[in-house]
């Protein structure tokens, strides 16, 4: 008799295996994924960019400059100082109103009586008015009082010749004769009342004339303060609403240079002196210039005297308030004359170190070559390259990572367009 399997094997052979995918099953899913696979790369190589016809950044380059020529070693005295104006003014109303129209801008320039804005007159004009019916009140009266005079005078003169015959009393007489005086006091005061009037006239005509500011000199705006609908007073109304001027006017052929000259030097500095005249600005260009005057007294804090240098010659980059280096030179001295100092200027981060060493990447045409360089000094954001290179020369100005590798292997880099 064979054996009968237990309950336990019977149940093992009604589980399901799930460790392998059902045949049925796994055959179509394999086929899915190859074909989702190969529509994705054909997608791709259809209609997206090559890698190679995507543009390439260009490469940021600087070129080598000359460094600016130092003060001539025949001064006498070097100092700072700045660009001030002689002629300033901060153009306002005489009295308070309101604006309605601003007709300049920054950096216009402007001549002797232009018109720089309106203010609001319709009450001045209405006091202009007024005046105007004064005058002309007091004028017919004046008329008035000198057709009484004279009828004061004809009944004077009948008097009188009726006193002769003795056919009018002497009360009489008296009577009209005063008449004839207070008449002739009454024109005086009449005549004066209409200077009066005329000259109110001329004063409300000179406020509605006033309602429109004009420049007082010729020269350039360079702030402009107010604007349509605010309130311009010549002094301070408080409060945040109301403007103290219009605009400042500056004449440009008043600029001249105010230098703080220390008290101890002071004696190397005298009138009519050739200056030279560096912009902090600009400081490739040296400007010729004298001393005018030397300010007789001194700052006890800072222990200076001032002095003013006016400018013999100047052009359109002198501007208020520029800073500048002075030197004051020995009589006789050319004053724009000055030795170039050796050198050229690039930006400190084309200078790449390697240890004590540097170098940066000279361009020439599409490639980039290295070349060492002696570096001493700099001025703000660029550096002085004494040695290895010439002004006028293109360098890298941002070398970066990827560059630098390239270099390092081939020894040049050609560089993107």
């Known amino acids: 008799m064979e054996p009968q399997p237990d309950q336990k094997s019977l149940l093992n052979q009604l589980r399901i295996d799930r460790s392998e995918p059902s045949p049925s099953t796994a055959k179509p899913l394999k086929w899915f994924v190859l074909i989702a696979l190969a529509g994705g790369v054909a997608f791709a190589l259809w209609f997206l960019p090559w890698p190679e016809d995507a543009p390439l950044s260009p490469v940021p380059t600087a070129l080598a400059e000359a460094i600016a020529p130092r003060d001539s070693d025949a ?16 153009v306002s109303s005489k009295t308070t109103g309101k604006v309605l129209e601003v007709l300049i801008e920054e950096g216009v320039h402007v001549q002797a009586g232009q018109l720089l804005a309106r203010l609001d007159d319709s009450v001045p004009k209405a006091q202009l008015e007024l005046a105007a019916s004064q005058l002309e009140s007091a004028r017919r009266s004046l008329l008035e009082i000198e057709a009484q005079l004279k009828q004061g005078q004809l009944d004077l003169a009948r008097s009188l010749e009726l006193a002769e015959r003795e056919l009018v009393s002497q009360a009489d007489l008296d009577r009209n004769r005063l008449a004839v005086e207070e008449m002739t006091a009454r024109l005086d005061r009449m005549r004066q009342d209409a200077v009066v009037a005329e000259r109110a006239l001329a004063v409300q005509r000179q406020i509605v004339e006033d309602m429109q500011i004009r420049a007082p000199f010729a020269g350039v705006v360079i702030a402009k303060a107010a604007q349509p609908g605010e309130m311009i007073s010549p002094v301070s109304a408080g409060g945040g609403y109301t403007r103290t001027g219009i605009c400042t006017i500056v004449d440009m052929d008043s600029l001249e240079v105010e230098v703080d000259v220390n008290e101890a030097y002071i004696n190397r500095v005298y009138p009519g002196q050739p200056v030279s005249i560096t912009l902090n ?137």
Not at 75 to 90: E, I, K, W
Not at 382 to 387: D, E, I, L, N, Y
């Open 75 to 90: 001064s006498v005295l070097d100092a700072t100082g700045y660009v001030v104006a002689r002629r300033q003014a901060t």
């Open 281 to 417: 600005a600009y400081p490739e260009d040296a400007y010729a210039a004298a001393v005018i005057a030397i300010i007789p007294a001194a700052e006890r804090s800072k222990a200076t005297v001032r002095v003013r240098v006016g400018f013999s010659e100047r052009d359109g980059r002198v501007l208020p308030d520029m800073g500048v280096r002075v030197a004051f030179l020995e009589t006789g001295t050319e004053a724009v004359e000055a030795p170039v100092e050796a050198g050229v200027l690039v930006p400190k981060e084309a200078v790449v170190r390697e240890g004590a060493s540097s170098y940066v990447l000279v361009v020439t045409g599409d490639e980039a070559r290295r070349r060492p360089i002696r570096v001493d000094g700099g001025q703000g954001a660029k550096v002085r390259v004494v040695a290895g290179l010439d002004a006028g020369e293109r360098v890298v100005a941002r070398p970066d990572e990827s560059l630098l590798a390239s270099l390092a292997s081939a020894g040049r880099v050609s560089l993107p367009h």
